[in-house]
């Protein structure tokens, strides 16, 4: 699904009443009736009174037509219009007769008491922000912000304050409990920094020519179930295990053995062929007794937490259809001295995440050695030890970005929309997933179903989508049972099956 920024929407907007063709005001009365609607469904027949604001735009002409559609339908409805310029928009002003009992606001002594809880409608600024709201205006957010432990805020098309594609972080914005966007998701929803001002955010489709949609070119995209399917391919009835090669997964050392029984787990649930596991000698009977149907590379090293004393185990590295490398294997020297040795031995697409990266961080020399197309990992810290700071999410994935570019890597940068940048350009961010997945072990658990998916042949970029999918769904599907409280690393890989059918569906 595309991601488009504020301009391109407004030429969404413009081709529609062209090409459909519809006139504005008709498209606009489409927007809000969805908007009406969705708010019946969840609030139901009897809801609390409706408070809808309305600024001077075509954001508060959608709050004024919402307002005459859920009078009309019995509900008890006040209407403000916020005098926050001299004129309306002309669709605005269209409106306006369509709703008399409009009241107004022109200065912030005259918002009014909302006395009984009710549902407020955050109708005063939508795509067209340009700018920080200031003055009076301002006030009348943090007024409507004020009443949010009382009542249910719902914001129309974005959260007023917000800019859709731009830092606005310390701007005033209300803090919506829901946020009903009109056809596409804003970038600035799938940041961090946003997340606590948007809500729950509920697409609603307006209709937007699809014509449109299908020739704009953007490098963000949200990834869909459409895109998974189209990704996931069936297993060939005269496969076998060789068809979905052989992983090499360098996890693990003395204490920190669960991560590498996780990863290799997840490696096998996730579909490879076969997997060795190249752990330290102190992790055999672990990983044995915990895997039995991983083989076990062990080293015979003094200092349990270092992999590679044995440059001769190495040199078979490339026999492997890939490796995945970084779950506990700590950051000594003698790890980090085997993993450059391991970036010159193999040349392949691996998958590099906690430990390795660390490594990297602390030797960015190692950086340009990774094999192109190759799948970073990292955590928010991670990223940071690798590429430095940022003052804003935007920033963050600029750099991001710019990386997985410079670099010819895929970066995967886990967060609530872990926002995967391609060597191209493209960026896609995951949807699934839930916070019970914040646990110890969950990163372990992608590392291990990145590692399976390339083993079966997946290009990188296919298996990043569709592991960062699977991984995600999971753990919703784990969480659907079980809590996001009580959600271990462990279910995640327990309920990769379930997520599996669930795409076939
Ligand atoms: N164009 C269309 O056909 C449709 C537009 N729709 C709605 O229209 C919205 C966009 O409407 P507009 O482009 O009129 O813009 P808005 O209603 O978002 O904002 C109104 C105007 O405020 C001014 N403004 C910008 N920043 C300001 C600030 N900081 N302080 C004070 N004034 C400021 C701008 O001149 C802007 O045009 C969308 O978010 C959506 O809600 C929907 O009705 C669907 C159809
Ligand atoms: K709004």
């Not at 219009?81 to 409106?95: E, F, Y």
């Not at 914001?155 to 304050?161: A, C, R, T």
């Not at 699977?470 to 327990?494: F, N, Y």
């Amino acid at each position: 699904m595309k991601i488009l920024s504020a301009q391109q929407i407004r030429a969404a907007d413009a081709y529609t009443i062209e090409h459909e063709p519809i006139s504005s005001v008709l498209l606009m009365e489409r927007a809000a009736m969805e908007c009406a609607g969705w708010m019946v469904h969840t609030f139901g027949e009897t809801p609390p009174p409706y408070y809808i604001f309305c600024g001077m735009g075509n954001n508060g002409g959608d709050g004024l037509v919402i307002a005459r559609r859920l009078q009309e339908q019995g509900f008890a409805v006040q209407a403000w219009l916020v005098h926050t310029a001299d004129t309306p928009s002309a669709d605005n002003a269209a409106n306006q007769p369509y709703y008399p009992e409009l009241q107004h606001i022109r200065e912030p002594g005259e918002f009014p008491l909302l006395e009984e809880p009710g549902i407020i409608v955050d109708a005063l600024f939508g795509t067209g922000l340009n700018r920080p709201v200031e003055g009076w205006a301002a006030g009348v957010i943090h007024k409507i912000n004020d009443q949010r432990h009382r009542h249910t805020i719902v914001s129309i098309d974005m959260p007023s304050g917000m800019m859709a594609d731009e830092p606005s972080l310390h701007f005033p914005c209300v803090h919506a409990r829901y946020t009903l966007t009109f056809e596409y998701y804003k970038l600035a929803f799938l940041l961090p920094e946003n997340g606590e001002r948007t809500g729950k955010t509920e697409l609603l489709k307006i209709g937007i020519h699809p014509d449109y949609t299908a020739q704009v070119q953007t490098e963000y995209h949200l990834t869909d179930p459409e895109t998974i399917r189209t990704i996931y391919r069936p297993r060939d009835a005269f496969s076998h295990k060789g068809t979905y090669g052989h992983a090499l997964m360098i996890a693990g050392s003395y204490g920190k053995m669960g991560a590498a029984v996780l990863a290799t787990r997840a490696c096998l649930r996730a579909g490879a062929g076969l997997v060795t596991a190249h752990i330290p000698r102190c992790g055999y009977e672990i990983m044995q007794t915990a895997v039995p149907e991983a083989m076990c590379d062990t080293e015979e090293s003094a200092l349990y937490s270092a992999h590679f004393d044995e440059p001769f185990r190495l040199r078979q590295a490339p026999d492997y259809a890939v490796v995945g490398i970084g779950p506990g294997i700590g950051a000594d020297t003698a790890t980090a001295k085997a993993l450059e040795r391991l970036l010159q031995a193999f040349h392949k697409p691996m998958v590099l995440d906690a430990d390795a990266l660390n490594i990297i961080g602390k030797y960015p020399a190692l950086l340009p050695q990774i094999p192109k197309d190759s799948i970073l990992t990292p955590h928010p810290k991670e990223f940071e030890r690798l590429f430095g700071s940022t003052d804003n999410h935007f920033e963050r994935l600029e750099l991001l970005t710019r990386k997985a570019c410079e670099l010819q890597l895929y970066i995967l940068l886990k967060g609530k929309y872990s926002a995967m940048a391609c060597p191209d350009g493209a960026v896609y961010f995951n949807p699934t997933g839930n916070p019970g997945m914040a646990t110890a072990g969950a990163g372990d658990v992608l590392t291990g179903i990145l590692t399976g998916l390339l083993s079966q042949g997946y290009t990188p970029k296919a298996a990043l989508l569709l592991g960062a999918w699977l991984h995600g769904l999971a753990g919703d599907l784990a969480a659907d049972d079980l809590s996001e409280e009580a959600l271990v690393a462990e279910d995640i890989i327990h309920y990769l099956g379930q997520a599996y059918l669930n795409i076939k569906k």
